[in-house]
C-alpha cells in the first residue's frame, strides 16, 4: 500500500525567501503529482512527474522527483502573497492517487 | 480541456435525508471516475472508485449503502449520501481520469443538520 507523506506541515515564510516542501513515499509509484488548493475550493493541478530526475517549472515553482529516493520536493523561490495556499502531493499507482497530508503555507508581507 | 463539474456546489439538509450529488466530464469521456471526502484542514480521502457500467469499488470503512454511487454514462457519476447525518458534513470532491491524470471537480460542500 502506497503511502505519501509530506513535510513541513505548516509553513510561514516571509516574502522574497526560498523554501522546500518534501514529500516522501513508501512504495514505488508509477508517477508524482503536486496540487495547489485554494480555502473553500477544489485542487489545481501543478506539475506531474512521471521519471526519476524529471524537473518542471512553472514561475515562482519547480518541482522534482527522485524515485530511488522515493521523494518528490516542490521549491519556492522568492515567494510573494500570491502563493498562500495548500498544497498536496499525490503519489499515483495504477489508476489510483494517494495524498499527502499537505502543507499549509502562509506567505508574509 | 479537461473540464469537470459538480452539482451542486453547496446543499444543506437535514439528518435523515438522502442528497445526491453529480460529477460530469465536460469535453471528454471518462470509464474511471473518483469519490474524495475531505474534512476541514485535512487531506482528501479516497472514498471509492467509479467505474462506468458497473459497480463501484469501495475503500476500507465507506459503507457502500450509505454512500451509492452510480456511473451510469462515460460522463456522469452521481453520489448519493443517503440517510445523512451532521458527521457527514464534508467537502466531496470528485475526479475523472484522463490517460494518466486526474483532473477534479470543484467540490459540493454538505452540511447536514
Known amino acids: 500500500e502506497l503511502k505519501v507523506e509530506q513535510n513541513p506541515l505548516f509553513l510561514s515564510m516571509q516574502e522574497g525567501k526560498n523554501y522546500t516542501i518534501y514529500c516522501n513515499y513508501s512504495?514505488?509509484?508509477?508517477?508524482l503529482y503536486w496540487y495547489r488548493q485554494d480555502p473553500g475550493k477544489s485542487l489545481e493541478s501543478l506539475f506531474v512527474?512521471?521519471?526519476?530526475?524529471a524537473v518542471k517549472q512553472e514561475g515562482r515553482l519547480m518541482a522534482s522527483l527522485d524515485t530511488k529516493a522515493r521523494l518528490s520536493t516542490l521549491h519556492i523561490t522568492a515567494a510573494v502573497h500570491d502563493l498562500s495556499a495548500t498544497y498536496f502531493c499525490?503519489?499515483?499507482?495504477?489508476?489510483?492517487?494517494?495524498f499527502g497530508g499537505g502543507t499549509r503555507l502562509m506567505v508574509k508581507p | 480541456g479537461a473540464v469537470v463539474s459538480q452539482h451542486p456546489s453547496w446543499v444543506i439538509c437535514k439528518s435523515g435525508t438522502s442528497v445526491k450529488i453529480e460529477c460530469r466530464s465536460l469535453?471528454?469521456?471518462?470509464?474511471?471516475m473518483f469519490w474524495y471526502r475531505q474534512f476541514p484542514k485535512q487531506s482528501l480521502m479516497l472514498m471509492a472508485t467509479?467505474?462506468?457500467?458497473?459497480?463501484?469499488?469501495?475503500e476500507q470503512g465507506v459503507e457502500k449503502d450509505k454512500f451509492l454511487i452510480n456511473h451510469a454514462s462515460l460522463t456522469l457519476s452521481t453520489l448519493t449520501v443517503t440517510s445523512a447525518h451532521p458527521e457527514d458534513s464534508s467537502f466531496y470532491i470528485c475526479?475523472?481520469?484522463?490517460?494518466?491524470?486526474?483532473?477534479f471537480g470543484p467540490g459540493t460542500r454538505l452540511t447536514v443538520t
Open positions: 499525490a503519489g499515483g499507482a495504477g489508476n489510483m492517487l494517494t
Open positions: 512504495t514505488t509509484s508509477d508517477r
Open positions: 467509479s467505474n462506468e457500467g458497473s459497480k463501484a469499488t469501495y
Open positions: 512527474l512521471l521519471s526519476n530526475g
Open positions: 475526479s475523472a481520469r484522463l490517460s494518466y491524470e486526474q483532473y
Open positions: 469535453d471528454f469521456q471518462a470509464t474511471t
